[in-house]
């Protein structure tokens, strides 16, 4: 097979390139740039030293060639990444432990940024060794940098101290200068702290915004004017983010977290490519992509993992539940399929729950759009299994189920087995009180 859930052979895929060009360009790329097979083949090509400590960043630079790394050693160095070449050491004016580098857009790979534990964000030049620009800009740990392609010399720094704050080399840096994007303090309370931030690469006016809780924010730059840093200001309702992102199971229980020693924080957020994707890596938890197009979607039966606002703890009253009608009628799965879901079936016999999610999974990607049995099936899996968001997970399965098939009985229940070991009694009761209503025969 050509890819996960692709049905063509590779010369078929490629016939269809040359025959079709730009219209198939994208599924092409898609099912054929990265396979399971490809996947089980990755090995160690190489292994680059020459860090004395702990090397905490890298970065590629935009042609793939050149690889940068920051290091607790408090240097950067440059690797040509092809060959595991080391190609330049620069010594840098950091007195904490890097964080973050980035490459310089526009500047023909010889700048580099530097965040650090020094709160000082720094520009190098990497082929003379000379320190551009050296600026303490922050009152807490710079964690993460971040570029856009559109823009050269500019660069975003994200700090504990709760800033994001826009550098231009083409002026003067300060700590008093009037570049605060965003003060995460007034949106979120005097402890938050900004762990990370991305640009959108197809829309560069979006930056995402991760911190010390749960929720991902995003920004438009351009609804927002930068300023100086003044404590005693007033925060501005009208800057607030654009969206916000967050999985439906967490919001409200980041204290149950703190009790476990396991605090919520977003500790690296990234776009695909497109800009059409957002990966979170959420300490103390899993890992999340989100659809940045999933705020303007209404074909969907729930969207939990966008909200309104956060920062104004608006939570929908009804968590996303709706009465979904029937949109199709479902035919037998194909043989592959169906041959899929007898295994996992199996599996789930067998109480090898984590089989049974990996093979439903598959048949949900070969079946290419979802089905109201592979839905209901995972969603029991899920909840047999029960890690860390299992549940919801499979809340959001029974969801699907019912909506593309309203007299799903099991996937009834299932939602309000979910919904009771989420906590969210309320929706529990209005959901078994809707099942009476629908199947009075199992009252």
């Known amino acids: 097979m050509a890819g996960h859930g692709s049905h063509k052979a590779l010369p078929e895929w490629l016939h269809n390139r040359q025959t079709k060009g730009t219209d198939v360009s994208e599924d092409f790329a898609g099912c054929c740039s990265m396979t399971p097979d490809l996947v089980k083949r990755l090995g160690l090509v190489k292994e680059l030293e020459g860090h004395t400590g702990c090397v905490n960043c890298i970065q590629w630079n935009s042609n793939g060639r050149l690889l940068a790394s920051g290091s607790d050693d408090k240097t950067v160095i440059v690797w040509d990444g092809l060959v595991g070449r080391r190609?330049?050491?620069?010594?840098?004016?950091?007195?904490?432990?890097?964080?973050?580098?980035?490459?310089?857009?526009?500047?023909?790979?010889?700048?580099?940024?530097?965040g650090a534990g020094d709160c000082r964000v720094c520009i190098l030049n990497v082929e003379t060794g000379a320190?551009?620009?050296?600026?303490?800009?922050?009152?807490?740990?710079?964690?993460?940098?971040?570029?856009?392609?559109?823009?050269?010399?500019?660069?975003w720094s994200g700090g504990e101290d709760g800033l994001v704050r826009q550098w231009d080399l083409r002026e003067r840096?300060?700590?008093?200068?009037?570049?605060?994007?965003?003060?995460?303090?007034?949106?979120?309370?005097?402890?938050?702290?900004?762990?990370?931030?991305?640009?959108?690469p197809s829309r560069s006016e979006l930056i995402a915004v991760g911190a010390n809780d749960p929720f991902v924010r995003v920004f438009d730059r351009r609804m927002i004017t930068c300023s100086r840093l003044d404590p005693s200001a007033i925060p501005d309702t009208e800057c607030g983010a654009v969206a916000y992102f967050v999985p439906g199971h967490l919001p409200g229980v980041e204290a149950a977290f703190h009790r476990k020693l396991r605090p919520l924080t977003s500790t690296y957020i990234t776009y695909n490519k497109d800009g059409?994707?957002?990966?979170?890596?959420?300490?103390?938890?899993?890992?999340?992509?989100?659809?940045?197009?999933?705020?303007?979607?209404?074909?969907?039966?729930?969207?939990?993992?966008?909200?309104?606002?956060?920062?104004?703890?608006?939570?929908?009253?009804?968590?996303?539940?709706?009465?979904?009608?029937?949109?199709?009628?479902?035919?037998?799965?194909?043989?592959?399929?169906?041959?899929?879901k007898l295994q996992a079936n199996s599996e789930f016999e067998a109480q090898d729950y984590s089989k049974a999610v990996y093979l439903y999974n598959q048949a949900i990607s070969h079946h290419a759009t979802p089905h109201p049995i592979l839905c209901g099936n995972r969603a029991a899996a899920l909840m047999k299994r029960k890690w860390d968001g299992d549940i919801?997970?499979?809340?959001?399965?029974?969801?699907?189920?019912?909506?593309?098939?309203?007299?799903h009985i099991k996937a009834h229940l299932r939602l309000a087995q979910c919904l009771t070991e989420l906590d969210w009694l309320p929706e529990a009761t209005k959901c078994l009180d809707n099942f009476k209503l629908k199947h009075p025969e199992h009252k």
């Open 173 to 200: 840096w300060s700590m008093d200068s009037s570049n605060v994007l965003v003060n995460l303090t007034h949106h979120a309370g005097r402890g938050a702290e900004v762990k990370c931030v991305s640009i959108c």
């Open 131 to 155: 320190t551009v620009k050296s600026v303490i800009g922050h009152q807490g740990r710079v964690k993460r940098l971040t570029t856009a392609p559109d823009s050269p010399g500019v660069v």
């Open 392 to 407: 919801y997970a499979a809340f959001r399965d029974c969801l699907s189920a019912l909506f593309l098939d309203p007299g």
């Open 276 to 340: 059409t994707e957002l990966l979170c890596n959420l300490g103390g938890e899993q890992i999340y992509l989100y659809d940045k197009f999933a705020m303007y979607s209404t074909s969907a039966p729930i969207n939990l993992a966008v909200i309104q606002n956060c920062d104004k703890r608006q939570v929908p009253a009804n968590n996303g539940l709706k009465n979904g009608q029937s949109r199709t009628a479902f035919k037998n799965l194909p043989a592959d399929v169906e041959a899929l």
């Open 87 to 114: 190609m330049a050491r620069v010594e840098t004016p950091h007195e904490g432990n890097i964080f973050s580098v980035v490459w310089m857009p526009g500047a023909d790979d010889q700048l580099v940024g530097t």
